[in-house]
């Protein structure tokens, strides 16, 4: 029971920041120079919006693993290498607004980003073949499904969205604070 209402809350959230993923993309891409009060909330938390998106993906997959029991994968140990680390960084980035933090969270965003990309690939399209956990030696498939709700969000799903939304987040800080 408490599994289900927590797919659910973890699968609504990751359809919402998808829609914020598109939504930022077309303002950053077609309506730049215009201000919207949202936009503008945005920039000036951008920083503190990417922590609370790192926290919530860390203490879910914590959720996942320790409370329900849901075993990691070796694809989802190295998100979480990237992932964790972005909880302190992205804290003291709020607190201190160090530029060396902004770019420590960026290219770990990143790289997590490249590594929940390529799990994606291996859950949606590489016809279940699981090589890159073979490989590793470890026992859980990283293409056994755990979570499928509303017909496509999974727990590769939920990590890619929130590594793309911590990018897209540090990229409106970037842009507002990019001649200081």
Not at 12 to 35: C, D, H, P
Not at 85 to 105: D, E, G, S, T
Not at 158 to 167: K, V
Request: charged fraction near 10%; charge should be positive; include cysteine.
């Amino acid at each position: 029971m408490l599994t289900d209402i927590a797919n659910k809350i973890f699968a609504l959230g990751t359809i919402a920041s998808q829609l914020l993923l598109v939504l930022g993309l077309l303002y950053l891409v077609f309506f730049r120079k215009k201000q919207f009060a949202v936009v503008k909330f945005i920039e000036d938390n951008a920083l503190m919006l990417g922590f609370l998106v790192a926290l919530v993906s860390m203490l879910g997959s914590l959720f996942y693993s320790e409370i329900v029991g849901f075993p990691p994968c070796d694809l989802c140990w190295i998100q979480r290498i990237f992932m964790y680390p972005l909880v302190i960084v992205l804290a003291f980035a709020v607190i201190h607004k160090n530029k060396w933090l902004i770019r420590y969270a960026m290219a770990s965003s990143i790289i997590g980003t490249l590594f929940a990309a390529y799990h994606n690939y291996m859950y949606y399209w590489n016809n279940g073949l699981d090589a890159f956990c073979q490989l590793g030696g470890m026992q859980v498939s990283c293409v056994k499904r755990y979570v499928f709700e509303f017909g496509y969000v999974t727990i590769p799903l939920m990590s890619l969205t929130a590594f793309a939304l911590i990018i897209m987040l540090l990229m409106f800080y970037i842009l507002k604070n990019k001649n200081q």
